[in-house]
């Protein structure tokens, strides 16, 4: 059974004339598994990943889907009610870890409150597992008592992951998790996570822009696109090969050292705007295997092959080849 | 390969330490580095290690401390940094801080072409027109009066490189000009700016990173900055097959690169991280987190030495290095 | 075809952007979001209805407001709504007629304190060193001087009494947290990326301060000036109640010192106490409401909900 | 610990900043508390020499008029606190300095035999009772009615208390107080119409006095919160909204925290803090503002005294007052920025950092 289940989710944003940020975003996780999501800035995947949270911010609000969490409804529940679940069953780390701290607490006060309101445990096991926490991102043990304007970017960002498995959670959620750090710093953060992943049992949503990153911690991938899942694959095969034309354009624009610079492409033109977004499939202007069809009928995410992909043209293909397919 | 057009040497840059007992910062170095004729020099580092610092210094926008850079015409540049500021012009990290939103696309262009080349304005309105088309943001009358709040990023970024142009610089200076794109749009940038090399009177380029893989697609050679010091210092494909430096290896390591899955990839020692304020080492500055430190790297900072016919580097252990690149060969046999 | 398509699709949109592309100007663009902000739509109208007042009070007024043959210290009534004061003057008319001299008093007062402000801000904010040291000391010192005693003591000895005296030395202290708020902000907005391209692009330090700093902080400016003009407001409107301002024009404070003296409320005629510390109220809470909106407008955090 | 180890942590350098950051705070604060003191003091000394006309002869004849007997000292002080001598600016200001520190400001003219030390030390205390009172009653309540507004925000408690704050922030102090005294006071008749206390009584300790003074006390208390209480409720809203923003606020959602904590130790914590930078400012209105407030009730502190030197141009009491009422403001802001160091970890130095 999966331990998360979204079925047509949608979050828009404003009352009167709704922007649709998230349209429709159905995929599962299980347990102990990683999965990663990817997209271009403003293609909703932190709205998606906030409101999966129940954290969505007004104007932001769920119009419509589910969220089922280890068998609960979490759309269903009134924030009184989610309250004991949160954090117990899913922790997120957000963007910047520059500021997911109080900058009035120390680190302890920040890992003790949160204990104290979900568990009986005493002083000492408040305090052991504080710092069996700090351990697993090797931290010194001597922070606990400092305010986060003394530690540097990559020692919060350690410490709001640390704060992350405080209660044992089964989810995880990390939202750019290292987008603000130096390349060394992420490298290390992403081997810790990596490291934690033999030791923990947990599953983790991971959402990046950065491809590159996402394929290497992650069992699957799913790629966003204006509020819309375009595709859904294992990491490995993502690497042979990406079903959706925005996928393909997406693996040639990671460059890869060593690589030679002539396989270094970008795509044309910008994501659309979601106020006023075009008939039919949404990448179709940016698309270099554009049919009629696609500016008229807005495609289904398909399975094919154990995957899953929203576009006409790949799909027919994919059909009419059979199990090879071979795009790009 | 040409004549240097603009030469650094024993770049130094000090600032005054915010506690008072600690003295100074020093966060540049005694670099030194020539920009020829005709090439991309990458500028790598992580934050801390100088290279944003080089670049405002360069352009003028802060004053070194010792040091010189000269232009090809012995002109120095530090001493006067109005008159020459021309000459060098620079792209910025965050297309969104480095246009100002109350102003149009074309005022924002039109004040580098009437500073510089006295025209009037109907002569600079045409002009920046055809910066505007040259840096594919046509029609050039469309994008005119657009202000930045009604461009994407890629687009703002095109117009940060056309108002580097307008000034007709001999060099351009592009720091992190594609951090905060969207991967998409990244492979677009970094193609207009090496399309813009020998156009417009551009001879050279500086190309200031903490991404690697990006450098060796825009540049020819590629310094390695670390705590204000160069510790490596030859061509990018020498430097990225090649990595002799410990700790260039240890960037080169830290690229995402998803085809060498976990359990291939050999993880990055935890030695702490770089950080502002470190007491100073009287050894290699690198030294606190290098795998291959020993005593002397503790005592004695290594000189920048010639290693190969393609390259420099400041490591004590720089043979030992070439040897432990078990990473780095696996990557090649992959790509 | 496809290629067809899609030019229809882009040149479609090229027409749609084209129409969008004139600049529209700042002030249109504030004015726009001030009035899509309920509180600060509110100001505005009553503000509007405040300037209306100040130009054509004295013709809106049912009588002379200087005619002194009523019967004296009456009731409101259908002849003199507000009743009349102890002179036999109209109550009414003295708050119509008086409402120019306290807005002019209000609004110069704002006008030189804001000018103060941005004079210092600007140049504390961009300048390093010993001129900012100096200037933010300066400020700092003002901020904690309390105004009010030394307006007092400063118009207790002048020799003249007046609202000229008032506006100047109301104004001439009125600045510092102007200047304060609008240094931090300058100082801020020096090291962002547009000012150093600025400086790249060969433009003068006096061009980069009000073409590329100055209308960023236009909203502070504005809502610095609403502010100061309210605390102009109440302040020379407390000295003329004090009896410290010139008693014989025509003002809300003035009309509140005659009728302190008078002991108007204990004689009975409360609405020649109450028409003109509404007035004063309403007035200063246009201003405090239309602040909303600018508060919003340098802080987006601030702006609502509902869209 | 090992020193090599924190110094690869960059935590040496980072305590020995904070320990100078701290220290150089406090210096700050201890400078412009100096200049402050000595601008007021010195403007002081200023006014009454460059106005037009010599108000210290102008004193010297009333008190002739009068018919009292000015004994030496007396003269000295209004001499040196006035300027009535020929002598050169700069021996006049160390002569009116040495009267300052001395508290020497002269005699009354309207209270004749009083001196102006007398009557500011009989006044002070009900003033700093009345201000001091209701600054930290309304404070807290706007404060924490800010609080409220924000985190029910675009609620009709937020439309209306914020509303009804822009109100009666708008109106001037001693207006309130006019109404006050005539719909509670005269029509009521709740509340003593004026005064700080019964007529004809003699200040003691006991009871009967206390609530007496109480009862005399509530009505211009209240019409001083009443007007100041929209500023900090206002102030405070805006703060807490930008700070209910904040990441670490929405992390706290995440964690499953109370409401009431989150509201408390996560926003009000980190949004009091530009509220307490804006105290200065803030006092001096209120300040201000219960000096009108006196003088609508009578009330016998500093203001009412001030009003009754301005009506009697007594010049020496009306100098002695601003500079006290000066020196209060500008102690409490001192004291207050010295508090922030204990609320704001950013400046605070760290606890037990010995090491």
Redesign the interface.
């Known amino acids: 059974m999966s331990l998360l289940s979204v079925e047509g989710l949608k979050v828009t944003y404003g009352l009167r004339n709704p922007v649709y940020a998230v349209r429709g975003v159905s995929f599962e996780i299980f347990e102990e598994e990683f999965v990663g999501l990817v997209g271009e800035s403003g293609c909703g995947k932190s709205t998606l990943g906030f409101a999966i949270?129940r954290?969505e911010?007004p104007p932001a609000r769920i119009a419509g889907g589910r969220v089922v969490l280890d068998g609960r409804d979490w759309t269903a529940m009134s924030e009184r009610e989610?309250?004991?679940?949160?954090?117990?069953d899913v922790?997120?780390v957000?963007?910047?870890g520059m500021?997911?701290?109080?900058?009035?607490?120390t680190i302890e006060a920040q890992f003790r409150?949160?204990m104290v309101?979900?568990t009986d445990w005493s002083e000492p096991a408040i305090r052991q597992r504080a710092l069996e926490v700090l351990d697993m991102v090797h931290i010194?043990r001597?922070i606990l008592f400092?305010?986060p304007?003394?530690l540097?970017g990559g020692?919060k960002q350690r410490v709001?992951i640390a704060m992350a498995f405080l209660l044992h959670p089964k989810l995880i959620i990390l939202d750019e998790p290292t987008t603000a750090l130096d390349m060394v710093v992420q490298r290390e953060i992403m081997d810790n996570l990596m490291e934690l992943r033999g030791r923990e049992k947990f599953s983790l949503l991971f959402i990046s822009h950065d491809l590159g990153l996402v394929l290497e911690i992650s069992d699957r991938v799913l790629i966003m696109y204006a509020g819309q899942i375009v595709e859904e694959n294992r990491a490995e095969n993502l690497l042979e090969y990406g079903l959706h034309p925005y996928t393909q354009a997406l693996m040639r624009s990671l460059p890869v050292p060593g690589s030679d610079a002539r396989e270094f492409h970008g795509l044309r033109g910008s994501p659309p705007n979601l106020r006023q977004m075009p008939k039919g499939c949404a990448f179709a202007p940016r698309c270099d295997l554009v049919t009629a069809e696609c500016h008229e009928v807005e495609p289904d995410l398909e399975d094919i092959n154990g995957a899953k992909v929203r576009c006409h043209v790949v799909g027919k293909e994919v059909r009419v080849r059979g199990s090879e397919p071979s795009i790009g | 390969m040409g004549r240097s057009l603009l030469s650094v040497e024993n770049l130094t840059k000090r600032y005054p330490?915010?506690?008072?007992?600690?003295g100074e910062v020093v966060a540049v170095d005694r670099v030194s580095f020539e920009l020829h004729r005709g090439e991309v020099v990458a500028l790598i580092g992580e934050s801390g290690s100088g290279k944003s610092t080089i670049a405002k210094i360069l352009t003028g926008v802060e004053q070194l401390t010792s040091g010189r850079v000269l232009w090809e015409d012995g002109a120095v540049a530090s001493k006067a940094p109005r008159l020459l500021r021309q000459r060098i012009q620079m792209v910025f990290q965050d297309p969104f801080s480095s246009l100002n939103p109350v102003n149009t696309v074309g005022y924002t262009l039109m004040r580098p072409v009437m500073n510089y080349q006295r025209c009037n304005g109907a002569e600079a309105e045409r002009r920046v027109k055809e910066l505007l088309d040259q840096v594919q943001l046509s029609p050039a009358s469309l994008y005119f009066n657009k202000r930045p709040f009604e461009l994407s990023g890629g687009q703002r970024q095109r117009v940060v490189i056309a108002r580097a142009l307008a000034a007709k610089p001999q060099v351009i200076v592009a720091d992190e000009p594609v951090s905060m794109l969207d991967v998409s749009v990244r492979a677009e940038i970094l193609r207009l700016l090496r399309s813009v090399m020998g156009q417009q009177g551009v001879q050279a380029m500086l190309y200031i990173t903490h991404d690697l893989a990006t450098a060796e697609i825009l540049a020819d050679r590629v310094l390695v900055l670390y705590k204000g010091r160069i510790v490596e210092h030859g061509t990018a494909k020498s430097i990225l097959r090649r990595p002799m430096h410990p700790y260039t290896r240890l960037l080169l390591e830290s690229i995402p690169n998803p085809r060498a899955r976990r359990g291939n990839r050999v993880p990055v020692s935890l030695r702490?991280e770089n950080?502002?304020?470190?007491?100073r080492l009287t050894g290699c500055l690198f030294a606190?987190r290098c795998p291959l430190a020993h005593d002397r790297c503790w005592r004695e900072v290594p000189p920048l030495e010639a290693r190969s016919d393609e390259g420099y580097v400041a490591c004590f252990n720089a043979s030992q290095s070439l040897v432990q690149t078990g990473a780095v060969t696996a990557r090649d046999s992959g790509a | 075809m496809h290629n067809a398509l899609i030019e229809s699709h882009d040149s479609q949109e090229a027409a749609r952007e084209q129409q969008s592309s004139r600049p529209t100007s700042v002030a249109r663009t504030y004015f726009r979001i001030l009035w899509s902000n309920r509180?600060s739509r509110a100001g505005l109208i009553m503000f509007g209805a405040f300037i209306f007042l100040c130009i054509f009070g004295r013709a809106l007024a049912p009588y002379s407001p200087t005619y002194s043959g009523f019967a004296t210290m009456a009731g409101p009534s259908w002849q003199h709504w507000l009743g009349t004061n102890q002179d036999g003057q109209d109550v009414l008319s003295q708050l119509l007629a008086g409402t120019r001299v306290s807005v002019l008093v209000s609004l110069s007062t704002g006008f030189i304190a804001t000018f103060i402000a941005v004079l210092i801000g600007l140049l504390a904010g961009y300048s390093s060193g010993f001129t900012d040291d100096a200037l933010s000391?300066l400020t700092?010192?003002f901020?904690?001087?309390?105004?009010?005693?030394?307006l007092?003591?400063?118009a207790?000895?002048?020799?003249g009494k007046g609202s000229v005296l008032i506006v100047l030395i109301v104004g001439l202290t009125g600045w510092?947290?102007g200047a304060r708020v609008l240094r931090a902000q300058v100082q801020s907005l020096r090291t962002r990326d547009y000012v150093v391209a600025a400086k790249l692009a060969g433009d003068s330090t006096l061009r980069i301060l009000f073409r590329e700093i100055f209308p960023n902080m236009l909203s502070l400016v504005m809502a610095g000036f609403l502010g100061a003009a309210?605390y102009g407001l109440?302040?020379s409107?407390?000295l003329e109640?004090?009896?410290?301002g010139n008693p014989n024009q025509i003002s809300w404070g003035s009309m509140?010192y005659w009728a302190?003296n008078a002991s108007a409320?204990?004689q009975g005629q409360?609405a020649w106490?109450?028409a003109p510390?509404l007035f004063?109220?309403?007035?200063?809470?246009s201003?405090?409401?239309i602040n909303?909106g600018f508060?919003q407008i340098s802080?987006p955090?601030?702006g609502?909900?509902?869209e | 610990?090992n020193h090599g180890?924190r110094?690869?942590?960059?935590v040496?350098?980072?305590e020995?900043?904070?320990?100078?950051?701290c220290m150089k705070y406090f210096l700050k604060r201890v400078l412009?508390l100096i200049?402050?003191l000595w601008?007021?003091i010195t403007?002081?000394f200023l006014?009454?020499r460059m106005?037009?006309?010599n108000?210290g002869q102008a004193v010297i004849a009333k008190f002739a008029g009068e018919g009292h007997p000015l004994t030496p000292s007396a003269l000295k002080a209004i001499d040196a606190m006035l300027g009535l001598s020929h002598a050169s600016l700069p021996v006049q200001y160390w002569q009116y300095l040495g009267e300052v520190v001395h508290l020497n400001f002269g005699v009354s003219y309207s209270y004749f035999p009083y001196t102006v030390t007398e009557l500011i030390a009989k006044a002070l205390p009900w003033t700093l009772g009345l201000v001091g009172v209701s600054t930290v009653i309304s404070f807290f309540v706007g404060t924490g009615l800010g609080v409220l507004v924000a985190w029910r925000?675009?609620q009709a408690t937020d439309g209306i208390l914020?509303?009804i704050a822009?109100?009666?922030?708008?109106?001037?102090?001693?207006?309130f107080a006019?109404?006050a005294?005539?719909v509670l006071g005269?029509l009521l008749n709740w509340f003593p119409l004026s005064g700080g206390y019964e007529v004809g009584a003699i200040p003691h300790l006991s009871w009967g006095f206390i609530l007496d003074v109480i009862h005399h006390a509530i009505l211009p208390a209240v019409t001083v919160v009443v007007s100041s209480i929209g500023g900090w409720l206002?102030g405070m809203r805006?703060n807490m909204?930008?700070t209910l923003?904040?990441?670490?606020v929405?992390?706290?959602?995440?964690?499953?925290?109370?409401n009431r904590?989150i509201a408390t130790?996560?926003a009000a914590?980190?949004a009091i803090l530009p509220n307490i930078t804006g105290f200065?400012?803030a006092?001096?209105f209120v300040?201000?503002g219960s000096?009108?407030t006196e003088?609508?009730f009578g009330y016998p502190g500093m203001g009412n005294l001030?009003?009754n030197a301005?009506?009697n141009?007594d010049?020496p009491l009306?100098?002695g007052?601003?500079l006290v009422?000066?020196f209060c403001?500008?102690m409490a802001?001192f004291l207050v920025d010295l508090l922030y160091v204990f609320?704001?970890?950013?400046v605070r130095e760290?606890r037990g950092s010995g090491a």
């Open positions: 949270a954290l911010r989610l309250r004991p679940h949160r954090w117990k922790s997120v957000l963007q910047s500021n997911a701290l109080n900058p009035v607490m409150d949160v309101q979900h010194d001597d400092r305010y304007h003394e540097s020692m709001v | 330490s915010r506690s008072s007992s600690e702490g950080r502002e304020g470190e007491l606190p | 509180k000391f700092n010192v901020l904690v001087l309390p105004a009010l005693p030394l007092i003591v400063l207790s000895y002048a020799p510092p947290w309210q109440i302040t409107v407390g109640f004090l009896g410290l509140l302190q409320l204990l409360w106490i109450l510390g004063i109220a309403l007035f200063g809470m201003m405090v409401l909303f508060d802080n955090r601030l609502g909900t509902e | 610990m180890r110094a690869l942590f960059g040496t350098s980072g020995s900043e904070r320990d100078g950051s412009l200049a402050t601008v007021a403007l002081n006014i009454p106005m037009p006309g108000p925000r675009n914020t509303s822009a109100f009666t922030g708008a109106f001037p102090y001693f207006w006019l109404a005294v005539y005269f206002i805006n909204i930008n923003g904040e990441d670490y929405l992390l706290a959602r995440a964690k499953g925290l109370s904590w130790m996560y914590r980190n200065g400012m006092l001096g300040v201000a000096l009108l003088v609508v001030l009003y301005v009506i141009e010049y009306m100098q007052i601003f009422i000066v403001v500008i802001n609320i704001d970890p950013r760290r």
